[in-house]
DNA sequence: CCGGGAGGGTGAAACGATTTAACGCAGGTT
DNA sequence: AACCTGCGTTAAATCGTTTCACCCTCCCGG
C-alpha cells in the first residue's frame, strides 16, 4: 500500500540506490550475487518503477500519442490496434485521443499530450493546414500524419494511394460491364473523398468512356445513416444506376441495407463497391466488394516510424509511406450467370 | 526548439520560480500585474508544463487507464468513446489497452500502467478471478470494474444486467412464440456469457415452459467468424431451432449472414436476437433485434467514478453501478402473420 | 614494493515542477 | 513605539530515478 521506492529497495538488499538502478536497466554490469539480491528486495517489497521519475531524468518518454477522426469508425479503431500492438512490443503506452473531426477538441488533445511529453504523435489531421502539426513540430515532438498525405519532407507521414483506389474500383465496375455508376461521395473537404473520386474519373478516362457514366452523390458525413439517405435518393429516381460506389464501407452498408430492403437485388439490379474493407464488409449480407487498405498494417508502421525517429532523431530521415490498395471482389458487384436466384 | 522550464519563465519575468508555479495553479493569489507578466513570458517562450515532474512532486497524475477485451467491438469502442469524454473534460488522458482476451497481455499492459502511476484504472478484466485487478489496488490504484459485477466492497463497478437482459431476450421470443431457441454463447469463462444464459434459464422457468426450449452452443469467441460457425454447424442440423439468440451482436451479424445466404429466411423460419444493439445491428440486411446497454453512458459513469475516487479518496464510497438493459425489437424476431410449422 | 587495470560499488547531483516556511513591507491597532 | 496582520513573493526542500565521477579491493607485471 505504501508506496515503495528505489531508495526502500536498496535498504533492504543492503546496496545503494544506484545499483538499484543498474539492475534495472544494466543488469550485465552487476555482479550475479548482488543482482539476485536485489531482484529479490524488488519481489518482496512489490516495487514498482515510477515512470514520471524516471522520464524527468532520463527525457525519454515511454508513451506516444494517437489522434484519431473517430474511434467510432472501425477503420481507425483497426488502426489503433496496429498501433497499439508495435507500441506494446517496444513498452509504450498508447495515450487515445478522439478529435471528432472538430478542430477545437483537436487543439485541447494536442496540448494535453505535449504537457505529457509524449515519445511522438500520430494524427489524422482535422485541418488540411496542418496548424496543431506544426505548433507539435515547434516543441520538438516527432509527429507522423495518418492517413493524411502531405509533401511537407519535414514529417514521416503513412497513407494509401486513394486514388488508385478510387480507380480500381470504377475500372472493375466497368470491367464487369455497369455503365451508370453513382459515387456516394463525403464532402470535399474532406482529403480522402476527393482523392477516391479523382480516381474514379481517372478510371473512367482510360477506360475511354464517356464522362457521364460517372456521377457523383455528395453526402454530408461518412456513416451509415448518411447511406441510407443516398439510397433513398436513388430509388426515387426514374433512371437508377446500375452500380453505385461508395466512399467508405459505412456509406455502404447503409445502402447495401435500404436497397435490400427495397427489394432490389444486389447486384443483379444494382451493384455496389465500398471502400476500407472493414469487418462488416465481409459480413454484410450480401458480401460486400471493398477496396481493401492494410489498416493494422498502416498503425503498425506510423507507431515504428514515430519510435524509430525519436530513438535516432539524428539519423532519421523523414518518409513518406503510400500503400498500395487493393479490391477485394465479393458478391456486391460479381456479375452474375444467372440474373435471378430466389429463396423460397 | 529547446526545452523551456519553469525557471527559463521565473527569469524572463523577474520573479521566483515559485510565482510563476501559483499563477499556473493558484492564479487568484498572485497580484493581477506580476501574472500578466509571468503569463506574456509564458507565451513568448511558449512554455509547456512538464507532466512528469509535476507528477512527481505532487503526487497525482493526469491519465487513466482504460483496459478493454477488444478495441475492434463496436461495444467497447463505444464505451472508450464515453470514458474519452469525461476524461478529456476533466484534463486527464486517456491511455488505451487492448487486452485482446489474452491474461498475459492484460497483465503487461497493468504492468505499464502502474509504471505510469495513472490516476485510477478502468478494466473489464479477462478472468473472474481478479488476480490483476487486486495487485493493482494492492499499488494503491483506484480500479473500477467494467462491465463486470462484483460483490467485492472495495471496488467501484459499473455494469449492465446481463441476467435481465438474457432474460429479456429470451422472454420476448418466447412471447412471439418461438419454441426451440439455440443460445450462441461465448465460453463459460467470461461473465457475461455465463450471466447471459442465466438470464435466458429464468426467462424459460419463468414462463414456464420447459427447458428443453432452449438450448446453449458454445463457441469460443464473441465475434464474427464465430457466429458463422456456428450458423453454419445450425443448418448442418436435422432439427433446425426457429430462433437463435447471441450471447453480442457480432455473433448476430455472422449468424445472420450465413442464414441469409443459406436462403433461410429470418425471422420466418429463424428467428434472431442480438446483445448490446450496436450500430450495426439496426444497419444489418435485417435489421436487428438487440438489447440495448448504455454504453457511452457506462464509459462516462466509470470515468466519473474514478476521478472522484481519486480525487477524494477519504470519503470515497465505493459504488456498485448497475444499468438495466433495454430490449429493442426490430425485425429480426417479429413474429410475421403466417401459420406454425414444424421442422422436417 | 609500486603502479595500474578491472570489476563491483557508492553517493551525490540533476531533472522540472510543487509546496511550504519564512520574509519584507505597508497599514492599522494598541 | 511596539506589535500584529495580510499580502505578495522568495528560497529551499522534496518527489524517485538516472547518471557520472569516484572509491575500494584485488590482482598482475615489472
Redesign the interface.
Known amino acids: 500500500?505504501?508506496?515503495v521506492s528505489i531508495r526502500d529497495v536498496a535498504t533492504r538488499a543492503k546496496v545503494s540506490v544506484g545499483t538499484v538502478s543498474n539492475v534495472l536497466n544494466r543488469p550485465e554490469v552487476v555482479a550475479p550475487a548482488t543482482r539476485d539480491r536485489v531482484m529479490g528486495a524488488i519481489e518482496e517489497l512489490?516495487f514498482?518503477?515510477?515512470?514520471?521519475?524516471r522520464?524527468?531524468r532520463s527525457g525519454t518518454?515511454?508513451?506516444i500519442g494517437l489522434v484519431v477522426l473517430d474511434?467510432?469508425n472501425?477503420f481507425f479503431?483497426?488502426v489503433?490496434?496496429g498501433v497499439?500492438d508495435t507500441a506494446?512490443e517496444a513498452?509504450h503506452?498508447?495515450?487515445?485521443?478522439?478529435s471528432d473531426e472538430s478542430a477545437q477538441?483537436e487543439a485541447?488533445?494536442v496540448?494535453?499530450?505535449?504537457?505529457?511529453?509524449v515519445h511522438g504523435v500520430l494524427i489524422t489531421p482535422v485541418d488540411t493546414d496542418l496548424a496543431a502539426v506544426h505548433r507539435l513540430r515547434?516543441?520538438?515532438m516527432s509527429v507522423v500524419l495518418l492517413d493524411h498525405p502531405t509533401t511537407d519532407p519535414g514529417l514521416c507521414a503513412v497513407a494509401v494511394d486513394d486514388r488508385a483506389g478510387g480507380e480500381l474500383a470504377v475500372t472493375h465496375l466497368l470491367a464487369e460491364g455497369y455503365e451508370r455508376i453513382v459515387m456516394v461521395n463525403g464532402p470535399s473537404r474532406i482529403h480522402q473523398a476527393r482523392q477516391r473520386h479523382e480516381g474514379a474519373v481517372d478510371a473512367v478516362r482510360k477506360a475511354g468512356r464517356d464522362e457521364s457514366v460517372l456521377e457523383e452523390l455528395k453526402v454530408p458525413a461518412l456513416n451509415?445513416v448518411s447511406g441510407?439517405r443516398a439510397a433513398e435518393q436513388l430509388l426515387a429516381r426514374s433512371a437508377r444506376p446500375d452500380a453505385v460506389f461508395c466512399a467508405n464501407d459505412l456509406l455502404a452498408?447503409?445502402v447495401?441495407?435500404v436497397l435490400?430492403?427495397a427489394g432490389v437485388r444486389v447486384p443483379e439490379d444494382i451493384a455496389i463497391v465500398g471502400y476500407d474493407d472493414i469487418?462488416?464488409a465481409a459480413?454484410?449480407?450480401?458480401?460486400l466488394t471493398s477496396v481493401r487498405q492494410p489498416r493494422q498494417l498502416i498503425g503498425r508502421t506510423a507507431a515504428e516510424l514515430v519510435i524509430a525517429e525519436t530513438m535516432t532523431p539524428a539519423e532519421h530521415e523523414h518518409k513518406h509511406v503510400l500503400f498500395a490498395p487493393e479490391l477485394v471482389v465479393r458478391e456486391s458487384s460479381r456479375r452474375v450467370q444467372r440474373p435471378r436466384r430466389r429463396?423460397?
Chains 1, 2 share one sequence.
Open positions: 500500500m505504501a508506496p512489490g514498482v518503477r515510477n515512470d514520471a521519475a522520464q524527468l518518454p515511454r508513451a474511434v467510432g472501425p479503431t483497426d489503433a490496434r497499439e506494446s513498452g503506452a498508447v495515450i487515445l485521443c478522439n477538441r485541447r488533445h496540448e494535453l499530450l505535449a504537457e505529457q511529453r515547434e516543441r520538438g451509415v441510407q452498408l447503409g447495401l441495407q435490400v430492403r469487418d462488416f459480413a454484410a449480407a450480401v458480401p429463396a423460397r
